[in-house]
């Protein structure tokens, strides 16, 4: 009777928009974990002569290398979610373990280290950053039924390879094919509607610029000229010129860091004073340091800016300033997407009463049978569906922009709206 009352406790969801996942979610689970540290029962495993099994979650991403800018918050912010989650005894009494794999951002190597995940028995896997990286490895998650959490890859195609139902492949970030029109809306309010698109070759620079042509054509548009370059390109002056000579009045460029800041000095260098625009690469630091003053007032989507906008959100911040003893977050939204994917993990885990924790009992978990989580990014009301792998809607992205070095609101009106934490619509 006690256990089944706790059990209850631990999944009551607390409805305010001010909720503290610390003071809060893991209330909660403290009870939980309690209940189970002091009896062995519901635990799956049992226990060694050092205490139960642990459950283990692979997190990958790219921790080295050119796209460890974003890489290394995600990771921080699932190790802090887990830390978390552990200090209050874990999953039924079961800690979870984290198996870190540095994909270091190379499609092949990703692949490699998908397959030894597999190997190493995880239930679930949190991670990847690259768009191009994920797609070569989500069929290994998908054919061993493993789900595959991922907080930063925003290729549109990454959760459409296989049919919804079966498809193990789950997302806590903001597709391409939301970021691309939501920024598109944008510049046409502004009046730019002669768009040069700057993409790398990349797959994630495949699929934006795609995304990018789809959002125009709705509007009637068309890019007025196109530059596709290797990462690691070094100069793009001619490919500036060019596009300054087809009349371009905005550059919306789809790549990561270093080349968005190519980007940004090639047009400082040229004097050419158009704006640039993009997805949330562009709130990365290897673009707003290796810019400098040609990053100033560059517009990217966003749906969590590192504001202490409301107390969940201070709560988030402070936390990971704390644990990792720095003063900023390098990409909050990468930090953030991989604690909220954390406690969306652990939710789906908390939701499964009866049976073996596997791969398919933590999807069926996840695609309806779950509490609600009150998150940093969002309000987690069910979050996915046998239908949908996509945790985020349209109405949570704003705009943000560069200012003074940092990424701010681009509206006031955002600011505002930003003390609500949003739903899924």
Same mark, same amino acid.
């Given at each position: 009777?006690?256990?089944?009352?706790?059990?209850?406790?631990?999944?009551?969801?607390?409805?305010?928009?001010?909720?503290?996942?610390?003071?809060?979610?893991?209330?909660?689970?403290?009870?939980?974990?309690?209940?189970?540290?002091?009896?062995?029962?519901?635990?799956?495993?049992?226990?060694?002569?050092?205490?139960?099994?642990?459950?283990?979650?692979?997190?990958?991403?790219?921790?080295?290398?050119? @796209?460890?800018?974003?890489?290394?918050?995600?990771?921080?912010?699932?190790?802090?979610?887990?830390?978390?989650?552990?200090?209050?005894?874990?999953?039924?009494?079961?800690?979870?373990?984290?198996?870190?794999?540095?994909?270091?951002?190379?499609?092949?190597?990703?692949?490699?280290?998908?397959?030894?995940?597999?190997?190493?028995?995880?239930?679930?896997?949190?991670?990847?950053?690259?768009?191009?990286?994920?797609?070569?490895?989500?069929?290994?998650?998908?054919?061993?039924?493993?789900?595959?959490?991922?907080?930063?890859?925003?290729?549109?195609?990454?959760?459409?390879?296989?049919?919804?139902?079966? /498809?193990?492949?789950?997302?806590?970030?903001?597709?391409?094919?939301?970021?691309?029109?939501?920024?598109?809306?944008?510049?046409?309010?502004?009046?730019?509607?002669?768009? +040069?698109?700057?993409?790398? &070759?990349?797959?994630?620079?495949? %699929?934006? &610029?795609?995304?990018?042509? @789809?959002?125009?054509?709705?509007?009637?548009?068309?890019?007025?000229?196109?530059?596709?370059?290797?990462?690691?390109?070094?100069?793009?002056?001619?490919?500036?010129k060019a596009a300054r000579a087809a009349g371009a009045n905005v550059?919306?460029?789809?790549?990561?860091?270093?080349?968005?800041?190519?980007?940004?000095?090639?047009?400082?260098?040229? %004097?050419?004073?158009?704006?640039?625009?993009?997805?949330? &690469?562009?709130?990365?630091?290897?673009?707003?340091?290796?810019?400098?003053?040609?990053?100033?007032?560059?517009?990217?989507?966003?749906?969590?800016?590192?504001?202490?906008?409301?107390?969940?959100? +201070? /709560?988030?911040?402070?936390?990971? +300033?704390?644990?990792?003893?720095?003063?900023?977050?390098?990409?909050?939204?990468?930090?953030?997407?991989?604690?909220?994917?954390?406690?969306?993990?652990?939710?789906?885990?908390?939701?499964?009463? #009866?049976?073996?924790?596997?791969?398919?009992?933590?999807?069926?978990?996840?695609?309806?049978?779950?509490?609600?989580?009150?998150?940093?990014?969002? &309000?987690?009301?069910?979050?996915? @569906?046998?239908?949908? #792998?996509?945790?985020? @809607?349209?109405?949570?992205?704003?705009?943000?922009?560069?200012?003074?070095?940092?990424?701010?609101?681009?509206?006031?009106?955002?600011?505002?709206?930003?003390?609500?934490?949003?739903?899924?619509?």
């Amino acid at each position: 009777m006690v256990f089944k009352y706790l059990r209850r406790l631990a999944d009551t969801p607390v409805d305010s928009s001010t909720f503290q996942p610390r003071a809060g979610a893991l209330c909660a689970l403290l009870l939980g974990g309690l209940l189970v540290a002091a009896s062995a029962q519901g635990a799956e495993s049992a226990p060694t002569p050092t205490g139960p099994a642990p459950l283990r979650i692979g997190l990958i991403g790219p921790l080295t290398g050119p @796209s460890a800018d974003f890489g290394i918050p995600m990771a921080n912010g699932v190790k802090l979610a887990v830390d978390e989650i552990n200090a209050v005894g874990g999953y039924l009494g079961r800690p979870l373990e984290l198996v870190v794999k540095d994909d270091t951002a190379d499609p092949g190597r990703g692949r490699l280290l998908a397959e030894e995940l597999v190997r190493d028995q995880v239930v679930a896997t949190i991670g990847y950053c690259n768009s191009g990286v994920a797609a070569k490895s989500v069929e290994i998650f998908q054919n061993n039924r493993i789900p595959l959490i991922i907080p930063c890859a925003t290729g549109t195609a990454l959760t459409t390879q296989y049919p919804a139902p079966e /498809s193990y492949i789950f997302r806590v970030q903001v597709r391409d094919a939301l970021q691309a029109p939501f920024v598109v809306d944008d510049l046409q309010k502004r009046g730019w509607d002669r768009v +040069a698109i700057f993409a790398d &070759t990349t797959g994630y620079g495949e %699929g934006g &610029t795609r995304d990018v042509v @789809s959002a125009l054509a709705a509007r009637n548009l068309k890019p007025v000229y196109t530059s596709r370059f290797p990462l690691g390109v070094k100069d793009l002056t001619e490919e500036l010129k060019a596009a300054r000579a087809a009349g371009a009045n905005v550059v919306f460029s789809y790549t990561v860091g270093p080349e968005n800041a190519v980007v940004a000095q090639g047009r400082k260098a040229l %004097g050419w004073k158009v704006p640039q625009v993009g997805p949330w &690469t562009l709130s990365f630091p290897f673009f707003i340091e290796g810019a400098k003053d040609a990053a100033e007032g560059a517009l990217m989507a966003q749906t969590f800016i590192a504001e202490p906008s409301n107390e969940r959100r +201070a /709560s988030f911040l402070a936390s990971y +300033a704390r644990q990792f003893k720095s003063r900023r977050i390098p990409v909050p939204m990468a930090a953030a997407n991989g604690y909220d994917a954390s406690y969306l993990l652990l939710y789906a885990l908390l939701a499964i009463h #009866k049976g073996p924790v596997d791969g398919p009992a933590i999807k069926t978990a996840l695609e309806g049978q779950m509490k609600t989580y009150y998150g940093v990014v969002a &309000t987690y009301d069910h979050p996915f @569906s046998p239908q949908d #792998k996509e945790a985020i @809607s349209a109405n949570m992205l704003v705009m943000g922009q560069v200012r003074n070095g940092l990424v701010t609101f681009a509206y006031p009106e955002d600011a505002k709206r930003n003390l609500f934490v949003q739903r899924k619509q």
